[in-house]
């Protein structure tokens, strides 16, 4: 299994990103996909979930301003971050549990003015 995430980089507070990552190597569409993030200093979070059938859940830092998203046809997910703050700076890796955990590499994405 392989994830490949892109789309980070440099926003100003206010504004939006998106990101997306595409997976090789299992059956997508039928798997649940997560995007979590890293900041300096603090432990990985889980930011957004979308499961097979397209039900999504959000951490509470995010919701109302970040929308997951899937193509199966693509083999992708998104990440559509709106209203960005300062506290989302931090490295987004996309994330999918086939029999173990597997991680893409990570985009940064830094907010600041």
């Known amino acids: 299994v392989q994830l490949q995430a892109s789309g980070g980089g440099l926003a100003q507070p206010g504004e939006s990103l998106r990101l997306s990552c595409t997976a090789s190597?299992?059956?997508?569409?039928?798997?649940?996909m997560n995007w979590y993030r890293q900041a300096p200093g603090k432990q990985r979070e889980l930011v957004a979930t979308?499961?097979?059938?397209?039900?999504?859940n959000y951490a509470d830092s995010v919701k109302g301003r970040f929308t997951i998203s899937r193509d199966n046809a693509k083999d992708t997910i998104y990440l559509q971050m709106n209203s960005l703050k300062p506290e989302d700076t931090a490295v987004y890796f996309c994330n999918v549990w086939v029999h173990q955990s597997y991680w893409g590499k990570g985009t940064q994405v830094t907010v600041s003015s």
């Open positions: 190597g299992l059956i997508f569409s039928i798997n649940a």
């Open positions: 979308i499961t097979s059938g397209g039900y999504t």
